[in-house]
């Protein structure tokens, strides 16, 4: 599964699970980060999973990189420890101030923004991973139509509740932060809770969302 | 924070400073959920000053950075030091000022002032104080991470006004010290990264041979360098992977970034090297406008200089008189 194991700089092993982005691959990540986790392993101070990789991070007082290195080489993946899969939903208003990239995206895709938002709800998407800012979901895929680069010049400030869209992926801006994807709306729900100590993400890696419209009433009323 | 009560012992703000907050060792094991570490920026300097006072080493502190705070004390007698290379007086009650040395432990009585006027070519600097800070602590920690707006004081850094309280616990402790100068940085060893042949190999050899510009897009989260674009010849973009302390990721621009502290824990620019352990303390310290110079040594060599490092600061802490 692990196809390479790399060195990442003196104190993390760096797993390289392949170049590309499906479901497979990050099902595999998503296993060995939970299997690492459940297993607490001396010295270990991080395990971040992304799409096709994972990240292990150590304290060099306590441990090295070979006797980690050896730790993911002979992990046996316990099946019982399960992906806990949810599907969640999540509200947006896509009207007034928040639609910030419509007009941007209507260029670049050559779609009506009104389309654009059809095909969006329809589909149900994969959460990736989490991080970047706390909380934030990388969501996929989209459908090849809502395909856009980022912006040139990332936004210094994306407003907190903002749904952006990147390349194959979607995401949710859970604070006020510099950010490069471009944003069809807003939600009004809480996505990270620090209050929450033992869980503080609505939305973890393996769940599945979907998005329901709503009315700017309505985002007044949830908010 | 403003409920004191009369019998409490704690530190009136009057100058905030430019970016005071709380911290330790930081929080482990939550990058997943895009919370870094965070923790202070300096290790030695922190330990010393824990060291100084006989405390615990994760004992909450207040870090300071170029200019720190002006705090007036209210309560019963308590021991501070303060480390760094930092310029900092204590104005007794009686108007009389007392010019500080960092490294040595000074009685602090009822309505005396410390004002910690400024870090010298360094950036940030330690106020550890006997008597424990009174703090909340957020997943195991007091580490303020102002950007998640995580930790105590709203994750906020400290402001004009605020008071910081402190415990009673009233243990006297020796007036040490140590003689300890923080050495002059000549460069910053790194490991060559994962993405290191994304690179021309004229950028390759420039990346060791010139010197980059530290720009003032400098903070907790990471020093952004100039100078010397770096030409990927690849790809500008990975698909977004996780990011640990010391990545120095060039963007398309080709100006690299130093991941410090509170970085993101997720980032799509190619990693070219990271910065060894035994260097993160110099990296933190280095200043806007001074220049850095990379020099490579391989993971046997960093684990070596980490050790070394590690002996270091245990006989620096064995030298305390």
């Given at each position: 599964m692990i196809k390479n194991i790399l060195n990442l700089g003196d104190s993390s092993v760096y797993c390289d699970f392949g170049v590309e982005v499906n479901r497979e691959i990050n099902n595999n990540v998503i296993k060995y980060f939970k299997n690492l986790k459940e297993k607490?392993?001396?010295?270990?101070t991080n395990i971040t999973p992304s799409y096709n990789k994972l990240i292990v991070s150590f304290d060099l007082e306590v441990t090295t990189y070979s006797k980690v290195k050896k730790i993911i080489e002979n992990l046996e993946l316990?099946?019982?420890?399960?992906?806990?899969k949810k599907i969640i939903e999540i509200p947006i208003c896509c009207e007034n101030n928040f639609k910030i990239d419509y007009d941007r995206l209507e260029k670049i895709l050559n779609i009506k923004f009104e389309k654009l938002l059809e095909i969006f709800f329809n589909d149900e998407y994969f959460c990736y991973m989490t991080g970047f800012i706390a909380g934030m979901p990388f969501l996929g895929d989209t459908n090849k139509k809502l395909r856009a680069k980022r912006l040139d010049t990332p936004r210094v400030k994306v407003p907190k509740g903002s749904v952006g869209l990147t390349e194959q992926f979607c995401n949710i801006y859970t604070y006020e932060s510099p950010g490069g994807w471009n944003i069809i709306g807003n939600t009004p729900?809480?996505?990270?809770?620090?209050?929450?100590?033992?869980?503080?993400?609505?939305i973890n890696p393996g769940d599945k969302v979907k998005f329901k419209r709503i009315t700017q009433d309505e985002y007044d009323k949830i908010k | 924070m403003n409920m004191t009560k009369s019998s409490d012992n704690y530190f009136e703000i009057e100058r905030a400073g430019i970016n005071t907050t709380y911290q330790d060792y930081g929080r482990k094991n939550l990058n997943h959920l895009g919370?870094?570490?965070?923790?202070?920026?300096d290790k030695r300097n922190y330990i010393l000053s824990n060291s100084l006072l006989k405390k615990d080493l994760n004992s909450s502190v207040i870090e300071f950075a170029y200019q720190g705070p002006l705090l007036k004390y209210h309560g019963e007698k308590i021991f501070i030091v303060i480390t760094g290379d930092v310029q900092f007086k204590i104005v007794k009650m009686n108007k009389k000022i007392i010019i500080g040395k960092p490294y040595n432990v000074y009685l602090i009585e009822n309505k005396d002032k410390i004002d910690i006027q400024s870090t010298n070519k360094s950036v940030y600097g330690y106020l550890s104080i006997n008597?424990?800070?009174?703090l909340d602590k957020f997943w195991g920690s007091v580490s303020v991470n102002t950007k998640a707006k995580?930790?105590?004081?709203?994750g906020q850094k400290l402001s004009v006004n605020q008071k910081i309280i402190l415990s009673h616990k009233n243990n006297p402790v020796p007036l040490a010290k140590l003689n300890y100068v923080n050495s002059k940085i000549e460069y910053i060893r790194v490991i060559k990264s994962t993405?290191?042949?994304?690179?021309?190999e004229k950028s390759k050899k420039n990346f060791f041979n010139k010197e980059f510009k530290i720009t003032k897009l400098l903070d907790r989260m990471g020093m952004r360098l100039e100078g010397n674009r770096l030409e990927n010849?690849?790809?500008?973009?990975?698909?977004s992977e996780g990011l640990v302390k010391g990545v120095v990721q060039v963007p398309s621009d080709g100006n690299p970034i130093i991941m410090l502290a509170?970085?993101?824990?997720i980032g799509g620019y190619p990693k070219i090297a990271n910065v060894i352990s035994a260097d993160f303390d110099k990296v933190a310290q280095m200043t806007p406008g001074a220049y850095i110079k990379f020099k490579a040594v391989n993971l046997n060599d960093a684990e070596k200089l980490f050790k070394f490092y590690n002996i270091e600061t245990n006989n620096l802490v064995n030298q305390i008189s």
């Open positions: 607490k392993f001396d010295g270990i316990e099946e019982k420890i399960e992906i806990e729900i809480k996505i990270f809770n620090k209050a929450e100590e033992n869980n503080p993400l609505l | 919370i870094p570490i965070s923790g202070i920026m008597e424990d800070i009174i995580i930790g105590p004081n709203n993405n290191f042949d994304f690179f021309s010849i690849v790809n500008n973009n990975i698909k509170d970085h993101g824990t």
